[in-house]
């Protein structure tokens, strides 16, 4: 389900302000293509996941300018604007767009296209604004996500926090979908489990342990619990203090908190099958891992199984190592082995250095809950894709600059992932449009790759396998344009991630991964460059 924000006159003024001097020129209904593409991998890194393809797809298929829209639109146009001119755009759909795409969650990389759009050009240029809005927060978050679960390690359970801390509901709807997309396991942002079938995790924060001061607050309810097997009742509060004198002499920093016992027998008694607590309001190693196990030892007795604890301050590597050794040691003492088996949360503004700075130090963490750093993309607020037109009527469009970052490849392009004996992706090429003018690169066979601007270097290259990146997924001709679900997204993450390289995927110093043209696509674009450049004179 995509915001309802979302709607056509989510754009940029100029978008619209183009699109009366297209309409006025007679040249809105040219046929246009437009690339969407960005310059720079994120985060230092050398790769990107592309997502917020599905929610193209739906800001497509529900296009449609409303009248309301026209009114303001009025209101903000010069007086002297046609009355034609919004005529016309009450009428605008985007039955002859094209749009052509790389599957969304693909691992892509710097100057390729992600979006490919064909039609009209005044549409084409109207949907710039929101194309990009849509797709590079999506990306970028997604790849933040990869890279923390790369920190992580494959078995660490990840939890995304970030809710609160995001920019603003949009925002935080958008990272809670695509921090899963990108191997998060769950979020605890309730909406997004709703409406994307996000599981959802949570469970509670310091206010609830402060808001007990005394195990006389306990009410009947709380008091008393249901055995699993619905035999009877125990009293948990007098279980909970048998089991804190057989701890006296096994915890060798034994303390009780009287209101911390309340608050984590009061969240025991509403959620038997879920006690997963936080322990460090007080003292994380005395009274709160005492409290905890009390109360653990209190549901076994009743049938359930504990879930573990969290901690959300102080030294997060020493604390979860020395909780496992206490529950390492309860197993070995009292017979209850499944103290081995407890989860140990870890938060506090934890980032993707603070993940790899754990592993050094060595830690016995089993899931992180993170937020604040994941959501709002500390290390790069924006992607910075952009959105180029390549060709207008069949007539390939270059755009030039001093910096060669920022010249263009014209023409509508395919693309190609070209895979080497190990199953890993070699390289990307992109070609010109048309397999009679580019033939594309065939498995077992040699095909030259050049770099796009540096003329001696080349390769042949014999791929074992060979992946057509750009495919339709809108328009006339397009055979489904089905929205992509989360789980297949997600699914296409971890495909994809597992083609690429291991070096270009580590922090330090990862290998960049190769972007190379085609031999006509190369002729072609220098050719263009040579025509269109100045020829500077000198006196």
């Known amino acids: 389900m995509s915001s309802s ?19 006025r020129a007679g040249k809105h209904e040219q046929r246009a293509v437009f690339e969407l593409f960005f310059r720079k991998n994120p985060f230092h890194g050398e790769f990107t996941v592309f997502c917020g393809l599905g929610d193209v797809l739906h800001f497509l298929r529900n296009f449609r300018i409303e009248q309301s829209d026209i009114d303001y639109l009025k209101s903000v146009l010069p007086s002297t604007t046609e009355d034609a001119f919004f005529e016309y755009l009450r009428s605008l759909d985007t039955s002859q767009l094209k749009l052509y795409a790389q599957k969304e969650g693909s691992v892509v990389f710097p100057r390729v296209p992600l979006i490919c ?9 109207l949907i710039e604004t929101t194309l990009l809005t849509l797709v590079n927060f999506a990306s970028l978050v997604a790849t933040n996500a990869v890279r923390y679960r790369l920190a992580a390690g494959p078995k660490s359970v990840l939890l995304e926090f970030g809710l609160r801390r995001a920019q603003g509901p949009d925002g935080g709807m958008t990272a809670s979908k695509y921090c899963y997309a990108g191997g998060f ?66 915890l060798p920093k034994y303390q009780v908190h009287a209101g911390e016992l ?7 008694s509403s959620f038997p099958s879920g006690f997963l607590v936080l322990v460090d309001t007080y003292d994380t190693l005395s009274v709160g891992i005492t409290d905890f196990c009390a109360v653990a030892m209190a549901l076994d007795e009743a049938g359930y199984s504990p879930l573990g604890v969290r901690i959300d301050s102080g030294d997060l590597a020493y604390q979860s190592s020395e909780i496992s050794k206490i529950f390492n040691m309860l197993s070995a003492k009292t017979g209850c082995t499944w103290f081995e088996k407890l989860s140990i949360v870890a938060s506090n503004d934890i980032n993707e250095e603070t993940l790899h700075s754990l592993n050094e ?32 009527d069949g007539r390939a469009c270059i755009k030039l600059s001093q910096e060669t970052s920022k010249i263009t490849f014209p023409g509508k392009k395919s693309v190609y992932r070209l895979f080497g004996r190990d199953g890993n992706a070699i390289l990307d090429v992109v070609a010109k449009f048309g397999q009679e003018e580019d033939p594309p690169p065939r498995q077992g066979e040699k095909f030259l790759c050049r770099h796009p601007f540096v003329e001696q270097k080349r390769a042949l290259v014999e791929p074992t396998a060979v992946e057509n990146l750009l495919l339709q997924v809108w ?3 397009c055979a489904s344009s ?20 291991s070096d270009t995927k580590r922090r330090l110093n990862p290998t960049p991964y190769k972007v190379s043209l085609s031999q006509p696509l190369y002729k072609f674009l220098h050719d263009l460059w040579l025509k269109n450049a100045t020829i500077g004179e000198l006196s």
């Open 5 to 23: 924000v979302v709607r056509p006159l989510l754009t940029d003024l100029y978008q619209v302000t183009m699109a009366y001097g297209y309409w």
């Open 117 to 125: 759009t064909e039609g009209p050009l005044l549409l084409c240029q």
């Open 185 to 250: 396991n769950a979020t605890s942002n309730v909406l997004a489990g709703k409406q994307f079938g996000i599981p959802v995790r949570g469970t509670q924060a310091h206010a609830f342990v402060n808001s007990f001061s005394s195990t006389d607050e306990l009410n009947q309810p709380t008091r008393f619990l249901t055995r699993k097997d619905g035999s009877g009742k125990i009293n948990l509060l007098e279980c909970c203090q048998k089991y804190l004198e057989k701890l006296k002499d096994l």
């Open 262 to 268: 309340a608050s984590f027998i009061s969240y025991a």
């Open 361 to 392: 130090q060595g830690h016995c963490i089993t899931s992180f809950g993170i937020g604040t750093n994941l959501v709002t993309c500390q290390n790069q607020p924006a992607l910075g894709c952009v959105y180029k037109i390549v060709e207008l």
């Open 475 to 477: 328009g006339p001709g």
């Open 482 to 501: 089905e929205l992509p679900d989360l789980e297949q997204v997600r699914a296409q993450v971890g495909r994809s991630l597992a083609s690429i390289r």
